[in-house]
């Protein structure tokens, strides 16, 4: 009866209410999602996601993995310590022409060991009259 108590109220527990306790590290990322918008062909293709490790403890990133070659992310070699700021870099491949979503897979010591983020966009060809420069646009959709 006392093992059934103990599970129950550990599953009644908040993300929040788990973190609070949790003595390693965290990530937070200013966002999730980068939207590259419409884009020239052969244009830069590179984007930063930023985050910040908001755990008690140092962050290490073991490995960062494109979903495919035209993906190529760039992790931080150096752990991150608490409180500080770290970079993932994406450079795409825009010499593809059309939409593209993509996912770049982090694993970490985190609390979430896994995390996957996403840049999404569309590359357009070359010489097509209707380019304008849309900036990229950073959001927290998915």
Partial sequence: MFVGLLTQSMQGQTKEEILKDFTGPVFEFE????????????????????FKNVGKSPLIISQVKGSCGCTVPTKPEKPIMPGETGEIKVKYATNRIGPFSKTVTITSNAYEDTKVLRIKGRVLEEGTADIEKKKSVVSDTN
Avoid: L
């Avoid at 966002?31 to 930023?50: H, L, Q, T």
């Fill in 31 to 50: 966002n999730e999602v980068i939207d590259y918008g419409e884009i020239a062909a052969n244009s830069d293709g590179n984007r930063v996601f930023k």
